[in-house]
Each structure stands twice: as C-alpha cells, then as structure tokens.
C-alpha cells in the first residue's frame, strides 16, 4: 500500500504560479523600506506597528504548525491534503526569526521604546517612578530582564524553527521513498512538538504581548494567543487552498468535503476564542481587583469602546452566525469572505492587545490609530512570509503523494 | 387481519452494486424508498439523492432557548425576584449570567439534536414491515436491501419489479404490511 505511488498525471508536481514569489519579495521588501522610513521618523509608531506585524504572522504560522502537529497525533485521514500546504507554510520560521531582529534593534538604540520593562532607569509615563524603582518591577525583574528575555527568544524560534525544519524533512522525504518510517518520526515529533510549541507559544505572547503591560498579568493570556493562532491558521488555509483549486493546482483533490471540515474548525475555534476571551474578561470582571482590571478600563477609554465591542460582534458573533449555515461553509466565494474577515479583525484583536499599552506622555491610553507604518510593517513580513511559502511550492509537491493515508484523504467523504 | 401490501424488497451482496442501484432508484425519480445496510455506507446520501438532515434547526432552536432561559432565570431571580447586591455588582448584567447562560444552550441544544434525531428519524419505531420478511436478519450481517414502497407515486408492481431486476436486485419479493 505505502509503496504504491499514484501516478495520475493530475497530480500536481510543484511550483504553481499562483504564489508569485519574486512579486511576494518585491512587495515585502517595498513594505519593509516604507517601514524603515517610519522607524527613523517615528520609532515609537514603527515598533508597535511592527510588533503587531509580527505577532500577527507568527501566530498565524504557529497555528499551521498546530494543525500539522495535531493531525499527527489523531492520526487524521481527511487532512493529508491540507497537512501539506501547512508543511510549506512553515518554511516562513526561519524568516520570521529573521524579521523579529529589527525590534531588538529598535530596543537598543531607543531602551524602552517596544518593551517599557527594558529602561530601567525611563519614567513610568504618568508617573515619577523610574521602572527600576517600582516594586512590580522588582519583583518581576529575575523573569523581565534583557539577557533572560534573549535567552528565551532564542529558545522559541530555535524551537519552531527545528520542529518546521524537521516536520517538513520527514514530509518531503516520503514523497520520495514512500517510507511510512516517516510518518511514524512525525507522529513521534508531534507529540513532543505539542507539548514544546505549546509552551513557547504560550510564554512568547506573555513576553512579546502581555509584558508591554508588566503590571498587569493573566494565566489565560496564552489561551487567547493559541486560540488566535489557530483562527488565523484555518482562514488563511481555507483562502490558500481556494485559490489553488481556482488556478486549477488542487482542482478535484481539495473537495468541498476538505473545505466544509476546514469551516468546521474555524467554528469550533471562533466559539474556543470567545471563550477563552471571555473567560480572561469574566475572572477579571468578577473579582473586581483593581491590579488587573485597569486593562480593560483603559480598553473601554475613546475609540477602544466600540472597539472592544466590535471585537465580540464582529469576531465572534458574525463568524459565528456565518458558520453555522452549511451552504456557507462549501461555496467558495463565501469561505473566502469569512476568512479574509477572520484574520482582519484578528489583526485588529492584535492591535487592540498591543497598542493601548503604548501610553502617551501623561500615561493617558494611546488613541486607537491606524498609521502608515502598520500598513507597512504588516504588507512587508506577510509578503517575506508568501515569498518563503511560494519558493517551498517550488521544491516539494503540491499533495504528499506517497502519504499512507493520501487515498484516505483524496476519497475524503463527509 | 387483512394485511395491505407494503413493498417490494431486493437484496444485493455487495455495497458497490447498491450504490449503483440506488443512483438508478434515484434517477427513476422513486421517492418513498429506502436501504437497509449493515453498516454506513459512505456515499450513500448522494446515491440516494437525500438531502441534509434537518435536525440542525432542532438544535439550534434548542440552543436559542437555552440561552434565553438561561439569561432570563439570572434576570428573574437576582433582578425582579429577589434584588441582592453581590459583590459590588449590578442586579443583572449578562456577563455573569453568561456561565449559566451558555450552559443551558450548550444543554438544550443537545437535547434538540438527540429530540430532533427521534423525530426525524420517527424513532422509536418498535416494528416495520421489513421485518416480516424472511432473511431481513442478514442485513445486519452481509446482506444489502433495497425496499420501494408502495406509497410511492411511481409505484406499479410490475413496473417497479422489473426495474429492480434490472438493476441487479437479486430475491426479490413483495413485502406485507
């Protein structure tokens, strides 16, 4: 069974022009050049702007990396097809760990400027209290410093950047040889992989998201991120695998039965991410102790209201209600709707984590601005991320042919 | 007990074959038939043109009452019934009364799905008129039934025979009601 290969001439071999890679680059770079400018003109801008680039990307690529992780642990049929397309998404890691570079630039030449932890000796805005001198600090501090906060970075991409490499090898080798070996080290790298992703994933956004508020803290935090991670993942899987089926790529392989589960998932994790979000507000709201509630109050200052409310409407009843209808989740078109809405308004979730902790002089809360900069910095690491996803279409396969369970996943029925 | 004429009922060996049949069922334009299979056949909505459950809308309508009731019991009993103030909170706001709340959705809408099955699926049914027929006990072991029944518009009996001959039922036989 393993070593018979499907010789069908339908099968794409690599390389759909559907993905321009070098228009990708152009982009990006172009993006990333605009970005620069920002960077000279208004560090302060540009940092949250590119931090929210690259929460919002690396979420989505974890989430990928979850999906093929989990797929391997239940040992799941009808996602073979799908597994693979995650598999060359994860070809962005090294490049994001790349991308994450010019945020630790910016905290050196300005201290305090992405991460206010970092100046020790700068004013808490609105205050006269330097961060070093501020007890919530201090006692943090053995967790939030420079050199500890280095280590861990290094450990998070170092993490996701060999489970990538590795989940991808095994991947692309059994195309190759048919070895169900391969299948087998996956399965056993998942379960590792579960557990080590999970956990950097989590402590990444605690430190990346939750410390630009080091007063603040909540254990779900990274619930929420995962959550997101895997929203942003499904949709931007969803709008991929649609655009091969309508270039013709994966026309007759993903069928509406592919889509209808992938829509199912998105359900399942927009009730999972109202959930958990509304499990952080709940304990929060119910226990009333001011440590911990001035995040949302701040939240609820100006334009961040109907901000906060268009977040349980717009990400979580719309989709909701959306998802529910069976139509919707096997026409085409309307999939590709849903999912450009899911990652925009879970970019705005993003923004609405990040920039309110960005305090203006007298430690008012930032107003909720969309500058030039976000534009750049989020058009510049997404087009670096499409650039990596289409130069790895050009060196595997589009399906893996050679998949114990690809018939399983080619015949996918309901 | 004059007992009514119920159907016709032909047996097939294989699932490939009866999806077949049921395509030629289908597109003969048959509408009160049915297949007996000992196990689900992946396909076999298609092949018998059946379109999707409607116990979906039992749930959700089932969930919608959940929810409503749920937020109505918080409402009612700390609100109107008995205001108490607890723990600096308001009489009634639907942030607490969202646990309870989505609870009972989740709850309702179960039952709605597994009441909505009952019914769609007219259960529980203690006897049909397959049963009287004498290998009808193989269905559940490696036999594959197809029944037209004789409520159906199209239905004429000899009509209705040959087509099942002709699309490879073997055994076939009339079915008492």
């Known amino acids: 069974m393993t070593t018979k290969t499907i010789t069908s001439p339908s099968i794409p071999v690599a390389a759909p022009g559907v993905f321009r890679g070098s228009t990708a680059l152009g982009i990006g770079i172009a993006g990333i050049a605009v970005w620069l400018l920002g960077a000279l003109l208004n560090p302060a801008a540009a940092a949250s702007a590119w931090l929210i680039s690259i929460c919002f990307w690396t979420a989505l690529s974890l989430g990928m990396i979850f999906f093929i992780m989990l797929h391997h642990m239940f040992d799941a049929g009808w996602s073979t097809i799908v597994r693979r397309i995650c598999e060359h998404w994860l070809a962005v890691f090294p490049w994001l760990a790349v991308l994450f570079v010019p945020l630790l630039v910016l905290s050196i030449l300005e201290p305090g400027v992405v991460w206010k932890w970092m100046a020790v000796d700068k004013l808490i805005p609105g205050t006269e209290i330097a961060v070093g001198d501020d007890l919530l600090y201090q006692k943090k501090s053995p967790y939030l410093n420079v050199p500890f906060f280095l280590v861990r970075l290094v450990l998070y991409f170092g993490a996701w950047v060999a489970f990538a490499h590795f989940l991808r090898k095994f991947s692309f080798a059994q195309d190759n040889d048919g070895n169900p070996a391969h299948t087998l080290a996956n399965r056993k790298l998942s379960a590792a992989g579960l557990f080590v992703v999970g956990f950097t994933a989590t402590f990444a956004s605690f430190d990346w998201i939750m410390s630009l508020e080091y007063h603040w ?101 719309l989709p909701f209600l959306f998802l529910l209808f069976y139509t919707n989740k096997i026409r085409a078109s309307r999939m590709i709707f849903i999912s450009v809405w899911i990652l925009l308004v879970q970019l705005l979730d993003m923004v609405y984590n990040i920039l309110p902790t960005r305090k203006l002089a007298d430690g008012s809360v930032h107003p909720f601005t969309i500058t030039l900069w976000d534009g750049a910095a989020i058009v510049g690491i997404g087009a670096i991320c499409v650039w990596a996803f289409a130069r790895s279409l050009e060196t595997a396969r589009l399906i893996p042919i050679r998949d114990p369970r690809i018939n399983e996943s080619l015949r996918h029925h309901e | 007990m004059a007992s009514s004429h119920y159907g016709i009922i032909a047996a097939f060996d294989e699932p490939g074959p009866l999806m077949k049949a049921a395509e030629q069922v289908r597109d003969a334009g048959y509408r009160h038939w049915d297949v007996i299979t000992p196990f689900p056949v992946h396909g076999m909505d298609g092949a018998m043109g059946l379109k999707r459950s409607k116990v979906p809308r039992i749930t959700f309508i089932g969930g919608a009452i959940g929810l409503a009731t749920g937020m109505a019991l918080a409402a009612y009993m700390n609100w109107i019934d008995y205001p108490l103030i607890v723990g600096g909170k308001p009489f009634f706001s639907p942030i607490y009364a969202f646990p309870v709340a989505y609870e009972l959705t989740i709850l309702l809408a179960a039952f709605g799905t597994i009441g909505g099955m009952f019914i769609f699926n007219r259960l529980p049914m203690l006897y049909h008129p397959v049963l009287k027929h004498d290998h009808i006990h193989r269905a559940s072991d490696d036999r594959f039934y197809l029944v037209i029944e004789a409520a159906d518009p199209l239905y004429e009996p000899a009509k209705t025979r040959a087509l099942l001959d002709k699309i490879g039922g073997r055994e076939i036989a009339d079915l008492e009601d």
């Open chain 1, 217 to 317: 803290f909540s254990t779900i935090f990274g619930v929420w991120f995962f959550s997101s991670a895997m929203r942003a993942a499904f949709a931007a899987l969803a709008i991929i695998c649609l655009l091969l089926v309508r270039s013709g790529h994966l026309e007759g392989i993903f069928s509406t039965k592919h889509l209808h589960d992938l829509a199912s998932l998105m359900f399942a994790f927009t009730v999972f991410w109202a959930y958990i979000s509304f499990s952080q507000y709940f304990l929060i709201w119910n226990a009333n102790i001011p440590e911990v509630t001035f995040w949302y109050n701040v939240r609820e200052e100006g334009f961040w209201w109907p901000i906060s409310l268009f977040l349980i409407f717009g990400h979580f009843l």
